[in-house]
């Protein structure tokens, strides 16, 4: 990752424009390409920024100023859609690049891999009877999160997210079809699982002929338990 700090003007031109005045900002330009420009504000939001795949080209102007700051360097980057992010640098503050590595990913509290573990262990959120089959269990397609096997004998695919969307639906109807078509699991039905679904995704997930299940993660980790409320 390089990491600028400088003095610059920035334009955007593409679906609408855009202009920051000259300022003192902070430049990131990533591995992957893409170039963002930051303030000292706005948390993680850039300012102005072009995501990859895009091109970066510097050139070094000859007697171009903004005002009285003659400019050092010029920054034209450039979507494959034909975008621009032009930036004119009058002064570099610092100027570094930094060898990152492979990121491990974000790790919280509440993620799927927690959500999974303790449906795994309490399968009985699903319905009386219900009982763990395998976690993980692997079709030519990707690994369905829970398998379980209801009261009556069926079996059932459990799709985990912490936010359930319509792409999760559509991943867990995926998975559904697949197993149906196997004699030895048939009739194989589906349940969405998750902390929060969203409407579109319960509307979705109703017309697949999938049933929605949201999680309470306090109460499945014992931290939060119905009988202990007032209210």
Known sequence: MRVVIARC????????????PLAPRLILVKQDGSV???????????LNWMSSPCTLRVEFPDGEAIGAEPVEQNWQVTSRGGETLQIAITEILADNEYELGVDPGLQKDGVEAHLQALLAENPGVFGDGYRL??????????????????GNGGYVAVEVKRRGEIDGVEQLTRYVELMNRDPLLAPVSGVFAAQQIKHQAMVLAKDRGLDCVTVDYDALRGMDHAEDRLF
Do not use: N, Q
């Not at 963002?36 to 850039?46: E, L, Q």
């Open 9 to 20: 003007e920035v334009d955007y031109a593409g679906r609408l424009t855009a202009h920051l």
């Open 36 to 46: 963002s420009v930051h303030a000292d504000d706005r948390a993680y939001k850039p």
């Open 133 to 150: 089959v395998r976690r993980e269990y692997p079709t030519p397609i990707g690994p369905v999160d829970l398998l379980l096997r209801a």
